[in-house]
């Protein structure tokens, strides 16, 4: 890519950290009441293991309580805020008419919009989060081995990627129908469920996982996680970031297919 095409992605980066930043209290309040769940959590787990009297699967509350700190840290940082909203309106209203005339990637165009938006998104929200894991900080336990931040680190990149490839492709199908809202809440149930939000993934029986660790939910959220939390090593991590590699190349092809076809039916009736 030359210099003269990157510079236009990174101002259109700077345009989106400033559209972005005025929302930045929404942002904030957002975050702040997506932590009120962490409280039905702690007290469900705490009777859970009570009940129980011992561990499940490796985890006892306290690793339990560290699992559920780190999803929201890790589910800010990583899922896509409205974007599909935004594409979807951007298709539906014709504003991607504009674009079509300019030498600009509309993938790229987004991406570089979706990065600002992380950006602002983690300044404004990793404050509350931060006072939660102050509060929690006993549980908190974190790996020695310096190369486990690099792994996670780099596994929760491509996670971020997936999912932001995943949500363009999703928004794509406003080119076919006018309201994408019930597509969207389908494929985010299955993203809830299957990705580690409501209970880690490695709690499931085996036969689960071993289906599980062929979709790409599982890498959309658990794990990175599972990684920082030293639970995939040697062989099954080398096994998991080379799955998710495969992932991530998939959804990037997939939202270029999407948009292909998506261009050539809103080009024939006439968009």
Not at 24 to 46: E, M, Q
Not at 77 to 99: F, H, K, M, S, Y
Not at 211 to 232: D, H, N, Q, S, T
Request: with cysteine; glycine share 8%.
């Amino acid at each position: 890519m030359s210099t003269g095409k990157i510079e236009k992605y990174v101002s259109v980066f700077n345009i989106g950290l400033q559209n972005t930043f005025v929302y930045r209290w929404n942002y904030f309040l957002r975050a702040l009441f997506a932590l009120i769940p962490l409280a039905g959590t702690v007290f469900l787990w705490s009777a859970v293991f009570k009940e129980r009297g011992g561990g499940l699967h490796g985890y006892d509350y306290g690793s339990m309580i560290y699992y559920y700190l780190l999803t929201i840290l890790v589910s800010n940082l990583v899922t896509p805020t409205e974007d599909e909203w935004q594409i979807a309106a951007d298709i539906r209203e014709g504003q991607i008419n504009a674009l079509l005339t300019k030498p600009m990637s509309y993938l790229a165009y987004r991406f570089s919009i979706f990065l600002s938006g992380r950006l602002v998104y983690t300044f404004v929200t990793l404050p509350p989060i931060a006072l939660i894991f102050i509060y929690f900080r006993d549980y908190i336990v974190l790996p020695a081995d310096p190369l486990v931040y690099v792994f996670a680190t780099v596994s929760m990149f491509m996670a971020a990627f997936i999912q932001f490839f995943i949500t363009y492709s999703l928004a794509m199908m406003a080119f076919w129908i006018l309201e994408i809202s019930t597509i969207v809440f389908i494929v985010y149930s299955f993203e809830y469920f299957l990705g580690g939000q409501m209970f880690p993934i490695d709690i499931m029986p085996s036969a689960v996982q071993a289906v599980m660790k062929w979709l790409p939910f599982y890498y959309e959220l658990f794990c990175p996680i599972a990684i920082f939390l030293g639970r995939l090593k040697g062989a099954e991590l080398v096994q998991a970031l080379t799955i998710q590699t495969g992932w991530l190349f998939l959804a990037w092809a997939w939202a270029n297919f999407m948009w292909r076809r998506g261009l050539g039916h809103y080009q024939a009736v006439g968009g």
